[in-house]
């Protein structure tokens, strides 16, 4: 069976407030479509932090954070230690462990990928390409999700002769394990992969 492909734009995402209420978040996707925070086997989003506070806790669910724009921030993890983020770096923690962001001295900006750890195993990967430059990847998952955080780039599923472009800010979602070709266009471009596999089938990177 061919991958089946969704191409998320801005005006598809949603404004929600976070689950502790103490702020707001852009979901990006949520899986399946129109679970709530209790109940989401998957979710991606965007979060601007204004303040220094704590995080959400979610019981049963991995998350992967990468920090997008400001200076660093730290995380503090009650009893499990605290981890200075690095920009376009993915970090991996628990869901459920108390955690407190201290911001950097400046506003942030996070993309936040969840997974319900008895369903799914989530991987991520940023990868910055040259202008007219191409990668390709091969991920054992049954959806790939690719976000563009910079330029516009090109992408190929599954050596299909037609690319779906992808702009700054949109998101490409592929369900069906599919070789990628992604091309950057007429500038450098910084584009977003995670995988999501079943706990039967581990997700990994390769290019």
Known sequence: MSPSIRHLRPSDYRV?????????????????????????????SIADLGASGPFSTF????????????????????????RRLALLTPYRFDGA???????????????????RRA?????????????????????AAETQVLHAFRGRVAVRVGGSDTATELDCAETLI??????????ADAEDAVVFVAALASMAAPASFSA
């Open 16 to 44: 929600m407030p976070w689950k502790n209420g103490l702020g707001t978040t852009t979901e990006l996707v949520v899986h399946p479509p129109g679970t709530g925070l209790d109940d989401f086997a998957w979710r991606l």
């Open 97 to 115: 462990w108390p955690t407190h962001g201290e911001l950097g001295g400046t506003p942030a900006r996070d993309f936040n990928i969840m997974a």
């Open 174 to 183: 592929v369900d069906g394990q599919a070789e990628l070709e992604i091309t």
């Open 59 to 82: 019981p049963g669910i991995e998350r992967i954070i990468l920090q997008t724009e400001g200076e660093p921030m730290t995380l503090e993890h009650a009893g499990q230690g605290r």
């Open 119 to 139: 369903l799914f195993r989530p991987s991520a990967a940023v990868h910055s390409l040259a202008r007219g430059s191409s990668i390709r990847l091969c991920l």
